[in-house]
């Protein structure tokens, strides 16, 4: 027993909250003061100087990637691999939870998980079939309804009727969802919490089982629970009291999912005899850095009140970079990774973050065209791209035949004469008769409802599922997936589409299984899934975080949302614009201003040595030109703390008016074209030439078209005569 060892490293307030002796406990500090740390200590702390069995303790991290960092460092802590302990999100401890007892749930052994995208799918196909006006409940909103009431503990019975007609019909669509998941099986991310509690709530033997395992329970970023996963924690722990929570009221940043700041409060009066620990100093950022991050989270109302300091190096200042449109700014911040990596520094200590997820595009043809290799957290995943969605639901259907959702993907994919007309007839008679599109199908093709032609597809499409899944019987998990690919016709299917679309699909198909072929399932002492069963649960759950090559070393981008948690030496915040950040729904309203605010401030809070912080002067934005004002949020930081990045002579600063230009400038581009040259372009018509920049293939000139309105034009391809 070394407890130096596990003491080491850590400063005063540290120590005391790693070897605390009370219960419950709460780590409220800010960023980058140590508090994951604190909590990997407090692990190692409990089995080697408390000696926990490691079987007695469950953490919970905000995402896989956490879940997997924290096991690492407890077991080189350690020196030797801890089986038996629980760590992961709440969504994956939930999945394993329902696995092991599907029984008592009244959930099909089988059951499938049903990421959001799915959800949506469902949703929008249910209101089709209830015949319901979709453009006063639209699918977003009816399925944001149906997550908001789950993650609140509600069930559709549980709602009183409406005499609001809107609201009676989102209540009626929500029980008849909830009919359509039990029927094919199927759970979504918040079922999955609302079952986990169900699961504790009403089966006694359950939770006094539970609550004598997990003698101690711990959780990061717990200002990030919500109603659901509180309840729940306080179910396992209201015996033992052992609750142990780190957390930061300003990195609350999920409110618009449900998340609640009061559990930290909550908490505070539910376990009363809990230890506080507050700590203060922060060891990621540079003192500059970490000032911006305090001016800015100022502005906010109503906050727990902590200051963080530093007595690190004061670092260069934040640079503030102004893109004349989205592409400068892109290319700007590739630039900066090019310079990052000639020092020698590693690619992957620099980190590209953004609001939405529809900016990482323009990033990733930069870094592509420039050969840097990049990774892309969240958006779309691989295990989200249609065509791999595809394949998994073949694998699915074949697995399970109930599985609607899988149905739906492929009963027409690749495209075998099945017409809207045959499909709203079996889901008319499988509504009509409670049973699932695939018992539905069956009966179909028995009867004489159907023409023909499409009884005729409709068996063969039932017959090919048949076959894959008698020939998935055998094999191993990487030639079940091939063997189910190769069948479905998906290869040639895609190999038929034109250009680089169909053959990245190709790939990513091959890469499918590859990823069978990785894939490493330790089933648990505990539960006993099948591992075609894990892989698909994994597939949905996890969609892998992240990307790509992970022994690569590539530049990171996610959304500021997926960087909590996380550190980078070099750090972008990109699209600081208003409108974008803080977003256009977030203006008008303090509560949401107020958490897109503490986003910034954990954007802010990433960086560990170098922060930029860019904006664009016109951003495409869903198909049109916008020109935003750069985000209040700029304005909160110091001026003093930043400077302005100017490239000087290689960028000349865009005149949007189109007289000015005409007027004054003179300068000659690329070809000759002069601003206020008159040219005409074969699809865009007349305009007025307003800029232009770059020399050579990447010269570009900015004309304001008479019909369309001012557009960026590559010299190199865009045909443009004088006028
Ligand atoms: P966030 O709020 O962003 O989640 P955090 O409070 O969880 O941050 P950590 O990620 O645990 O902070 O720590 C931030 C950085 O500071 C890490 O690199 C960590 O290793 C380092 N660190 C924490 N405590 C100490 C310490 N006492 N001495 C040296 N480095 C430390
Ligand atoms: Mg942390």
Excluded at 173 to 194: K, N, P, Q, T
Excluded at 533 to 538: E, G, P, R, V
Excluded at 645 to 652: A, D, E, F, W, Y
Aim: hydrophobic letters at 40%; proline letters at 2%.
């Amino acid at each position: 027993m070394d407890i130096t060892h596990i003491l080491d490293g850590l400063n005063d307030a540290q120590r005391d909250a790693v070897s605390g002796t009370e219960k419950a406990a709460l780590i409220l500090a800010g960023a980058g003061s140590g508090k994951t740390r604190v909590l990997v200590h407090r692990v190692a702390w409990l089995i080697q100087v408390e000696n926990v069995s490691p079987y007695a303790i469950l953490a919970v991290t905000f995402t896989n990637k956490a879940a997997g960092e924290m096991r690492e460092r407890v077991q080189q802590m350690q020196q030797s691999p801890v089986g038996g302990m629980w760590i992961g999100t709440f969504h994956g401890i939930a999945h394993r939870l329902l696995r092991m007892h599907a029984q008592q749930l009244g959930l099909p052994d089988a059951f499938q998980v049903l990421d959001s995208d799915d959800q949506f799918r469902m949703i929008k196909r249910l209101l089709k079939s209830m015949n319901v006006d979709d453009s006063r409940w639209p699918p977003r909103q009816v399925q944001w309804y149906i997550n908001a009431q789950k993650d609140e503990g509600r069930r559709a019975k549980h709602i009183a009727p409406s005499s609001d007609h809107f609201e009676q019909k989102m209540q009626d669509i929500y029980a008849e969802y909830e009919r359509g998941c039990i029927r094919s099986g199927l759970v979504d991310f918040a079922e999955l919490l609302l079952r986990a509690h169900e699961l504790l709530r009403d089966n006694d033997e359950i939770r006094q089982h539970y609550q004598q395992r997990f003698k101690h329970v711990l959780v990061d970023e717990f200002q990030d629970t919500n109603t659901i996963q509180y309840a729940w924690l306080r179910l396992l722990t209201e015996e033992s009291e052992n609750l142990y929570v780190v957390g930061d009221d300003d990195q609350s940043i999920y409110g618009w999912r449900g998340a609640k700041i009061e559990n930290i409060h909550r908490f505070q009066k539910d376990y009363p005899a809990h230890k506080l620990v507050k700590l203060e100093q922060n060891y990621r950022s540079t003192s500059t850095i970490l000032k911006a991050a305090n001016a800015l989270i100022v502005n906010n109302d109503g906050r727990m009140g902590k200051e963080l300091w530093t007595d690190g190096e004061e670092g260069e200042p934040i640079s503030l970079y102004s893109g004349f449109n989205d592409q400068d700014e892109a290319r700007f911040v590739v630039d900066r990774i090019r310079d990052w990596a000639s020092k020698g520094h590693a690619r992957a200590e620099a980190a590209i973050l953004y609001r939405s997820n529809a900016q990482s595009r323009l990033f990733e043809e930069y870094l592509m065209a420039a050969g840097v290799p990049y990774r892309v957290y969240g958006g779309q995943r691989f295990f989200e791209r249609l065509e791999i969605k595809n394949a998994l639901a073949y694998l699915q259907l074949a697995t399970h035949h109930e599985n609607d959702a899988a149905f739906e993907r492929i009963v027409n994919t690749p495209t075998r004469g099945l017409g809207t007309r045959t499909l709203d007839i079996i889901r008319g008679s499988a509504r009509a008769e409670q049973i699932s599109l695939w018992q539905a199908a069956v009966q179909l093709c028995q009867g004489d409802e159907l023409t023909g032609r499409a009884s005729n597809a409709l068996s063969g499409f039932l017959n090919l599922i048949k076959q894959i899944s008698s020939e998935m019987a055998a094999g191993n998990l990487h030639e079940q997936v091939e063997q189910a690919i190769v069948r479905s016709g998906l290869i040639e299917f895609h190999k038929k589409e034109k250009g680089e679309k169909g053959e990245a699909r190709v790939e990513n198909l091959e890469e499918l299984v590859n990823a069978a072929r990785q894939f490493s399932y330790q089933a648990n002492e505990d539960d006993s899934l099948s591992e075609l069963d894990a892989f698909l649960a994994n597939a949905a759950l996890e969609a892998g975080e992240a990307q790509g090559d992970e022994s690569e070393d590539c530049v990171q981008l996610m959304t500021l949302h997926s960087a909590k948690g996380l550190e980078f030496p070099l750090v972008f915040m990109t699209g600081v614009e208003e409108g974008l950040f803080p977003s256009q729904r977030s203006v008008d309203d303090v509560a949401k201003l107020e958490e897109e605010r503490r986003l910034a401030y954990v954007g802010i809070t990433r960086a560990m040595q170098q922060l930029y912080i860019t904006y664009a002067e016109s951003r495409r934005l869903h198909g049109q030109e916008n020109y935003p004002m750069p985000s209040r949020f700029i304005r909160e930081i110091p001026s003093e703390l930043m400077q302005e990045v100017r490239l000087g002579t290689k960028v000349s600063r865009p005149v949007v008016n189109a007289h000015a230009a005409t007027s004054g400038l003179q300068k000659k581009a690329e070809g000759g074209f002069k601003m206020g040259q008159r040219v005409s372009h074969g699809k865009f018509g007349e305009g007025v030439v307003l800029n232009h920049e770059g020399s050579g293939a990447q010269a570009r000139v900015q004309v304001n078209f008479a019909a369309v309105g001012s557009k960026w034009l590559m010299l190199a391809y865009a045909k443009l005569d004088k006028l």
